[in-house]
């Protein structure tokens, strides 16, 4: 298994490539390239939670300062969301192992993946950002300044989206202890946020994602002195071999004395001796958003079937989803149950219409035997007042009634009484139930009646001496009472001049209400 940036070792040809180039350049500015093969026993996470609403945000192509990124709150051609993918070179599976420190790894260089995706894909939304960082014996607590630095296609030619960079307020440096020890660094983006990291397509289907030293612990001099191995974390690439040369880049120091390149290279362009031997153990997960949302058959509550809904649709109108893709024409939907009243035996079945009519039952498909009766039986209030007991819903409605529900008597029931017309001796009318009018001593004019403009005034009527509009006991008394009366009487019925016999047979005669 290869390991390490340089194995000169086994490799004789790279170190007579080497030998040419270190002659060129004095001896003490030489580049120096230190990887160093570590077994880590422990790989710690430090998660770092990004809230891009928090952050300024900037919506230019133009280099953006430490602390600001370009954010918005929905991408311009959303169509929908895709389930997320993790994108890495690496088949390092992150755990405790062996690993390529790469402690040549300057202050101020930057280590980044370009991955692609189907252009289709775009926009993506950035949700996670990982790299792996290790110490190589180190003598004391190391603190590493780091940026993020996220750009469109590739990092040489493509435009920077966002970069974010530690302050030790908002986002903690690294900071680890001392020995050999592993730490990723593990990037979120709040899912909460408003504001998310988006980025789109700049033609190369591809976008690019790494981190930058600011400040090493230890940084020595870049090209000159290499930084102190154990003083100072370095990023990892894996020990498997180097996959995918063209995806995994460098953003290089600059000056007289470095002899492996300046600005962005892919490993590719490295040359020989500078190119390390795997790939880097970093991965980001993203969200595409050019989705179409996933649709399949949704069985109704009806019994029909409706294509091309969503899960979410077909849970909305109460339906039951099929499954991703599939269509009507595959499904046989169940038809609609209800509850089903057989009479002969006066169960409820839980059947649909078609087995229900079968059998010579009732079906009430929009009803549930777990909170449907059957066959009620209960009290009836008639529009009179009154209460029958013992009958079903279809007689008491038949008899105009209001059925009191199943297994009601009338003993509980408060049947309404009716309203209808009451004339008071005043001539005043109102409208109230029998049994106050009579209270009141006046004339009920019977159920359903109304106050109508003369609905208590009546034509005298025969007999009614008192003009109460009843002739009854009172007018008998009154003839009894001026029997025999000549002249003008209010007992002279007849108005023959005298009160008697006439006047009392008239009385009898009409005896009752005026009408």
Same mark, same amino acid.
């Given at each position: 298994m ?8 086994t490799?004789? &040809? ?10 060129s350049?004095p001896?003490?500015a030489?580049? =120096? ?22 952050l300024?945000?900037r ?10 990124? @370009? ?6 051609t ?13 088949? *390092? &599976?992150w755990g405790?192992g ?19 995706v189907?252009?289709?894909?775009f926009?993506?939304?950035? &949700? ?9 014996n180190a003598?004391?607590q ?5 940026t993020v630095?996220?750009?469109?296609g ?5 435009g ?11 986002l903690p440096?690294?900071? /680890? ?16 946020d408003?504001?998310?990291i988006?980025?789109?397509?700049d033609?190369?289907q591809g976008?690019? =994602? ?6 090493h ?11 102190n191995?154990?003083n100072n ?9 180097l ?5 995994n ?19 590719? *362009?490295?040359?020989? =001796?500078?190119?390390?031997?795997g %790939?880097?153990? /970093? ?5 595409p ?18 294509d091309?809904f969503t899960?979410?649709e ?27 009243c ?5 169960? $409820?079945?839980?059947?649909?219409? @078609?087995? $229900? ?11 549930? $035997? ?24 279809e ?17 509980a029931?408060?049947c309404p009484?009716p ?6 001796? *005043?001539?005043?009318c109102?409208?109230l ?10 004339l009920?004019?019977? /159920?359903?009646?109304?106050c109508?403009?003369d ?23 009154l ?5 025999a ?5 209010s007992?002279?019925?007849d ?6 016999v006439d %006047?009392l ?11």
């Amino acid at each position: 298994m290869k390991h390490g940036g340089f194995p000169v070792k086994t490799r004789p &040809d790279w170190l007579i490539a080497a030998s040419l180039l270190l002659l060129s350049v004095p001896v003490a500015a030489q580049e =120096i390239r230190e990887p160093v093969l570590q077994k880590l026993d422990t790989v710690t996470v430090q998660q770092i939670v990004l809230r891009p609403s928090l952050l300024s945000s900037r919506t230019s192509d133009v280099a953006v300062e430490a602390g600001e990124v @370009e954010v918005r709150t929905a991408p311009t051609t959303l169509r929908g969301a895709c389930p997320d993918e993790i994108l890495t070179h690496s088949d *390092s &599976d992150w755990g405790p192992g062996e690993y390529i420190v790469q402690a040549g790894f300057a202050q101020g260089e930057t280590a980044a993946g370009y991955y692609t995706v189907d252009a289709d894909q775009f926009p993506l939304r950035l &949700d996670l950002f990982e790299v792996l960082f290790a110490t190589s014996n180190a003598i004391g607590q190391t603190t590493t300044q780091w940026t993020v630095r996220i750009y469109r296609g590739t990092p040489d030619t493509g435009g920077l989206v966002a970069e974010f960079s530690s302050d030790d307020i908002v986002l903690p440096h690294l900071v /680890m202890p001392p020995g050999t020890t592993g730490t990723i660094l593990q990037f979120l983006v709040d899912p909460q946020d408003p504001e998310q990291i988006f980025i789109d397509d700049d033609g190369t289907q591809g976008f690019t =994602i790494g981190v930058r030293v600011d400040q090493h612990n230890d940084p020595g001099s870049p090209c000159l002195e290499a930084p102190n191995q154990n003083n100072n974390a370095f990023p990892c690439t894996d020990t498997s071999g180097l996959d995918v040369s063209s995806g995994n880049w460098l953003d290089l120091v600059t000056g007289p004395f470095c002899l492996c390149g300046q600005g962005w290279l892919n490993f590719q *362009s490295l040359p020989v =001796i500078c190119r390390p031997s795997g %790939d880097w153990v /970093m991965r980001a997960t993203v969200t595409p958003q050019g989705c179409a949302p996933v649709t399949g058959a949704c069985c109704r509550g009806n019994g029909t079937c409706t294509d091309g809904f969503t899960e979410a649709e077909c849970d909305t109108v109460g339906g039951s989803y099929q499954g991703d893709a599939v269509a009507c024409a595959d499904v046989d939907c169940p038809a609609p149950t209800g509850a089903c009243c057989v009479e002969a035996t006066g169960e $409820c079945i839980q059947v649909d219409a @078609e087995l $229900c009519s079968l059998g010579g039952g009732l079906f009430y498909g929009s009803e549930s $035997c777990s909170d449907f009766t059957c066959f009620p039986v209960g009290s009836c209030c008639l529009p009179d007042g009154t209460c029958v007991d013992a009958v079903n819903p279809e007689v008491c409605e038949l008899g105009g009634g209001t059925f009191q529900g199943d297994g009601t008597t009338c003993s509980a029931a408060d049947c309404p009484q009716p309203l209808g017309a009451c004339c008071f001796a *005043s001539g005043t009318c109102t409208e109230l139930e029998e049994g106050i009018c009579l209270a009141f001593g006046a004339l009920w004019l019977g /159920m359903d009646t109304t106050c109508t403009a003369d609905a208590c005034v009546t034509e005298p009527c025969d007999g009614d001496v008192d003009e109460d509009g009843i002739v009854g006991v009172d007018d008998l008394l009154l003839v009894i009472g001026q029997w025999a009366c000549g002249g003008v009487c209010s007992a002279d019925v007849d108005d023959d001049g005298f009160v008697g016999v006439d %006047d009392l047979l008239i009385v009898i005669g009409s005896w009752g209400g005026c009408s």
